[in-house]
């Protein structure tokens, strides 16, 4: 229950409805208790009437007829009271899941890079819906049930002690034997379950992977394969659905079977105590019956709970080891900034902790405000290395980055952040409308912004082309954008956010050369007093960036303006003969 410990604090932001929930189930309970006793009297009516049979019934009738509608009045009201009660307890544990499920979202949002690269998306996923889950049939079902078993048993028993206390004693003495019944099927049922879910995730996991990857499927002609492993995956789930389906299926016959078997006892116990004349009356007999009856669902909830609690205390230890982890990039100024956007590398190298790659070696060069720095390598060279860097998305712990002067770590994560325009490499668009998208980076943006910056992206013409305009839905179920399409639509998100810094990683690789002359004559206008870094693998992208720097394997190994660099034999210069000639052939 250690883990579990970690909800008392939304028991307590929800005492009130608890504590109307706890009230509610004590009174519905003793609502639910008058009626095993109006039809013990009722018995007892009919049993006086056989002991001394008269001619006038109509006496009879009418007490018959005063305990009956007494029993349908008391049965409405504890209804009643139980929906009250699920109302409460169960609602409240759905504020619960919603409360948790938002923290788990707003940890996952605080984590930092590394932290996605160790976790499995699946697991993620898992985490907030899966394990939630089940810790709001804790909060929920296990709590109300609890709460129901123990407040039902110590009336029942009261009522009954106070009737007959040794076939009270019969009448218990087979509820532990349920309970312990009960509970074993339930651990059986939650460990075939959780086999199934895992099947069911392998199997969801493979569909997933396959519908994004269809193309490269169809394209390899390679549906056949997929499907024999689709198949044997889901004879697998099938199988174990069975299993499950088995042990599920014994739930309600051993419950019916355990329920038999203690009214056997009543009925045995009790008639020999009527017969010997230890118990007056018949009804006594019909009374118990029934409160055996009221007291096997909690007792089988007893087993059914303390599975449900285990479940939940494996669930709830996962999701607290989740919240309890540090971001590894944190803000540790709480004032504001305002950036201005010089940025200074001094012998900066950096190895990503995962692979033990060392990306950058001893990087050290300067970008002032309003200047543009071009970066150009070969793959794998360490370019947007540099970006993610400038983004604090790592923190370096050789050589020092600074902005504006400032330690980057100094400045305030948030602001940093807010200050920088990063258009990635693989550019992501939501399944949202292409104007949102754009708006992503500035949510308060009027339509005309939004066009503004995508005209000068140069992918207004294509837009207006499709039906829907800027309201052209993107993604699964809208349409594909081609790659340089994507790639333009994330530049005009960059610029209509107007920041400070902006960071262009291979961004036009997949746009023709005309195009891209046109958008970086519009990006010259819009990054004027902007601090720009462009990463390209072109020298058209690089040769109006008023400083360029070349990488190697990590290692800066040239720098310069355009021409400076074409004056010297080196990478850029065999760069830009090798580009011009392709340009001339084409
Ligand atoms: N997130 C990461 N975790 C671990 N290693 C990484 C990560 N990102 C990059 N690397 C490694 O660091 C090195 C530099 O990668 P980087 O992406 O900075 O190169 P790049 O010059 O931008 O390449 P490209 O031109 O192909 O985009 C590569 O060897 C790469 O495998």
Known sequence: MKELHYLNKYFIKYKYRFLLGIVITIV????????????????????????????????????????????????????????????????????????????????????????????????????????????????????MYTINTIIRFAIVIVYMYNVSPTLTLYTILPLPLLSYFIFKLSVEINNRSRIYQENLSSLSSFSQEMFSGIRVIKAYALEGQNKKEFNNLAQESRDKNMSLAFVNALFGPLMILLIGLSNLVVIYFGGMMYVNGTIENIGTIAEFILYVNMLTWPVASIGWVSSLVQEAEASQKRINEFLKIEPDIKNHNPNHDSIQGSIAFKNVSFTYEDTNIQALKNISFEVKKGETLAILGKTGSGK???????????????????????KLADLNLH?????????????????????????????????????????????????????????????????????????????????????????????????????????????????????TLIVSHRVSSAKNADKIIILEEGEIIQQ??????????GYYKELYLKQLSEKELS
Do not use: W
């Open 560 to 569: 310069g303006t355009h021409f400076q660099l074409l004056n010297r034999e």
């Open 28 to 143: 519905a309970q003793i609502f639910s208790l008058f009626i095993p006793k109006l039809v013990g009297q009722s018995m007892n009516i009919i049993d006086t009437y056989i002991k001394n049979p008269i001619n006038d019934t109509s006496m009879i009738k009418k007490e018959l007829l005063v305990s009956l509608g007494l029993i349908i009045g008391a049965t409405i009201i504890a209804g009643f009271l139980t929906f009250l009660m699920r109302q409460t307890l169960i609602v409240m544990s759905r504020h619960v899941e919603f409360d948790l499920k938002n923290e788990v979202f707003q940890q996952y949002e605080r984590l930092s890079q590394s932290f996605y690269k160790r976790n499995r998306t699946g697991d993620l996923m898992n985490r907030i819906s899966e394990d939630v889950g089940k810790v709001r049939m804790y909060v929920g079902p296990a709590v």
């Open 415 to 531: 602001d940093l952040r807010n200050s920088i325009g990063i258009v990635p490499q693989d550019a992501f668009l939501f399944s949202d409308s292409i104007k949102n998208n754009i708006k992503f980076g500035k949510e308060e943006a009027t339509d005309m912004e939004v066009i503004e910056a995508a005209k000068q992206a140069i992918v207004h013409d294509n837009i207006i082309n499709f039906k829907n305009q800027y309201e052209t839905v993107l993604g699964e179920r809208g349409i594909t954008l081609s790659g340089g399409q994507k790639q333009r639509v994330s530049i005009a998100r960059a610029i209509i956010k107007d920041p400070e810094i902006l960071l262009f990683d291979d961004c036009l690789s997949a746009v023709d050369t005309e195009t891209e002359e046109q958008i970086l004559n519009n990006l010259f206008q819009i990054c004027k007093n902007k601090t």
């Open 384 to 406: 947007s290395t540099i970006l993610s860097l400038i983004c604090r998305l790592y923190d370096v712990e050789n050589g020092s980055i600074t902005m504006d002067g400032k």
